[in-house]
């Protein structure tokens, strides 16, 4: 299996294991390549968002950058800005405006891994791009996602969505007349009104009434999210995405780079790749320290490694090794694994 | 010399030894005739795979993993007195809906389930595994989110005691992790700058897995690259050295156990 090109490229990984700038490399790679790149980042470490420029006014939108000698556009996701590009893009002004979407679409609030779908969803459709490459946030937070997409589907499901209307006209101005309510949804909807009654007297009856409010503008920018959960189906597809897995040598741990592919095992399929940094077994080669405690450091330095890359090896299909880089100024970190990446693309 | 908290939040980046320190502080409680839990929770969403809430004593320590499903499930029954009604409720799909829509939410029951076993062991000190950066500001976040987005009812009132508590510096305590490199660093005074802007309680950082502690003496006869390492350690330390509460050197052992047993007497500045 080589690493070819596709639209999509999906970075997933522990966290502070160097993955987004890994992301950034590949980025550069590509660009320098050819291709017309985006990058989006959710959570990038300070001085790549210095390296980026992506600070103030940039924060959450499409920003030029360019690095060693190759240009590609970057995007640090902020949830509210995607909010407000959605809610003008699909003309639902009601969304940016409701109290209870305001406070999930917080940077930290909850609502950011579909927000990221939708965004490169639209990013995408500009057509401006080859490649868009996406760095999730660390853990399996964005897999979890992916896998739970299905249900959150079943949130836009139409009989669903009809009693919560029903249920919010009854709030908004009791007795008005309702339409499109077939016996079902009555019977369903009279059970639906039950489990509220139990809720309101947990959450009060404030909560419910804004919480169906929220559902109903969310359900009115229904195409913008189920736009962005179609999304999935090109992630899923072999010939349009390519998903790296990235973990390193100091964190140690196997165990989780298997658990995160097994979170994921409905959704990767065979080009999928185990991104292993931070490697030292160069830097180790060469030394041959006479002391005992010396030896003994070596020797348990290289053991994990070996270990480390002998678990992975028999789970991934390809591993690849990226060096451990250490004293170099954040660029030319950067440009030693854009060669790094560009080794790993054969040569046409 | 710092006075006892009920409950220390570890958290950090993955893989900078939240675990492994966790448990080597219960430990270290343990040793010094304290009653504590190490506790971790299985997933955000009701949609994740989860085994329920278990509880089981490894190597001398006790470990809970909470089950959202069934902390959820207790709380309504005992806000409902009702055993069956709360079975049900968390089955509906508007239930299921609300609680996978705002992710936040299974902090807020969760964190209501740690105060809550607090409350009934007053002896009890609680040692929480909390997920990696962004989630815990998602964690301490939820709760002013939740204050706000409720008006009235007993989760309300509820979120309102978990506030007071999370945020008492006499209850909670926070533990940033991080390892000895510039980035790791920076990221853990990030989040701990993030934390600070929500809350009042303390938080620290303690930087984990120093080469430089261990070759100090042996700089000269390591390879570039590892003596790089080493002096790059050096100077992160000597120039942030006041933040740092405590600093815990490498371990050439493999065995978690092991370096949780080696690391136990250098933490006493984490109380």
């Known amino acids: ?97 409701n109290r209870i979407v305001q406070i999930l679409s917080k940077p930290y609030g909850g609502m950011n891994e ?117 999304l999935q189906d090109k992630l899923k597809s072999r010939t349009e995405c390519n998903w790296f897995l990235v973990t390193s040598v100091e964190q140690g741990k196997a165990q989780e780079a298997i658990e995160l592919r097994s979170h994921a095992s409905h959704f990767i399929h065979q080009d999928h790749f185990l991104v292993l940094n931070k490697c030292l077994e160069l830097e180790l080669q060469g030394w041959e320290p006479a002391e005992p405690h010396l030896a003994s450091l070596k020797g348990s330095l290289e053991d994990k490694e070996q270990m480390l890359k002998k678990q992975l090896q028999e789970v991934f299909p390809v591993v690849l090794e990226f060096p451990e880089i250490i004293s170099l100024s954040p660029s030319e970190h950067i440009q030693h694994l854009t060669e790094k990446w560009k080794s790993y693309v054969p040569q046409s | 010399m710092e006075s006892l908290r009920r409950l220390y939040i570890f958290t950090g980046k993955g893989g900078v030894g939240k675990t492994t320190l966790s448990k080597a502080f219960v430990r270290y409680l343990l040793e010094h005739d304290h009653e504590a839990i190490y506790l971790t929770f299985q997933g955000q969403s009701l949609s994740d795979v989860q085994t329920g809430t278990t509880e089981k004593t490894v190597n001398g320590i006790r470990e809970i993993s909470l089950d959202l499903e069934e902390c959820a499930r207790t709380y309504i029954e005992k806000r409902l007195n009702s055993k069956m009604i709360a079975s049900w409720i968390v089955k509906t799909p508007f239930f299921r809906a609300l609680i996978n829509m705002v992710p936040g939410f299974s902090y807020l029951i969760y964190l209501g389930r740690i105060l809550e076993m607090g409350k009934a062991n007053p002896r009890l000190i609680v040692v929480l ?58 990221e853990a005074v990030e989040l701990r700058t993030g934390l600070h802007e929500r809350t009042p309680v303390d938080v620290d950082i303690t930087v984990n897995n120093c080469l430089f502690t261990l070759v100090e003496n042996d700089l000269e006869k390591l390879p570039q690259g590892l003596r790089d390492k080493a002096l790059n350690e050096k100077q992160l330390i000597q120039d942030n050295l006041s933040e740092m509460r405590c600093i815990l050197p490498h371990s050439l052992s493999h065995d978690p156990l092991a370096i949780e047993t080696e690391l136990v007497g250098s933490l006493a500045k984490l109380i």
């Open chain 1, 1 to 97: 299996m080589t690493l070819s090109t596709k639209s999509f490229e999906i970075f997933c990984g522990t966290g502070g294991v160097g993955k987004t700038t890994l992301a950034t490399a590949r980025a550069l790679s590509l660009s320098q390549s050819g291709n017309r790149v985006l990058l989006i980042t959710i959570d990038p470490a300070k001085r790549l968002k210095d390296l980026l420029g992506l600070q103030g006014d940039a924060v959450g939108e499409v920003t030029p950058v360019e690095l060693e000698g190759a240009k590609l556009d970057a995007l640090l996701m902020s949830p509210e800005k995607t909010i407000g590009r959605m809610a003008k893009k699909y003309q639902t002004p009601d969304l940016a405006n």
């Open chain 1, 114 to 230: 579909i927000l990221s779908m939708v965004e490169v969803q639209m990013q995408f459709e500009t057509g401006l791009y080859d490649v868009v490459v996406l760095d999730t946030p660390p853990g399996a937070h964005f897999l979890d996602f992916l896998e739970s997409l299905g249900k959150i589907k079943s949130f836009f499901d139409q009989n669903f969505v009809e009693i919560f209307s029903y249920l919010g006209q009854k709030t908004a101005s009791a007795g008005k007349k309702v339409f499109g309510l077939n016996l079902i949804n009555r019977v369903i909807s009279s059970g639906v009104r039950k489990l509220l009654g139990y809720l309101q007297n947990v959450t009060g009856a404030e909560f419910i009434d804004d919480f169906i409010g929220a559902v109903q503008i969310i359900y009115q920018s229904r195409d913008a999210f189920l736009k962005g959960l179609s």
């Open chain 2, 129 to 186: 595994d909390a997920p990696a950066s962004g989630h815990a500001l998602t964690m301490v976040e939820s709760t002013t989110n939740f204050k706000q987005i409720f008006e009235s009812g007993a989760i309300f009132e509820d979120t309102g005691k978990m506030l007071a508590l999370l945020n008492n510096p006499e209850y909670t305590k926070i533990h940033v992790v991080s390892l000895p490199s510039l980035m790791s660093w920076q």
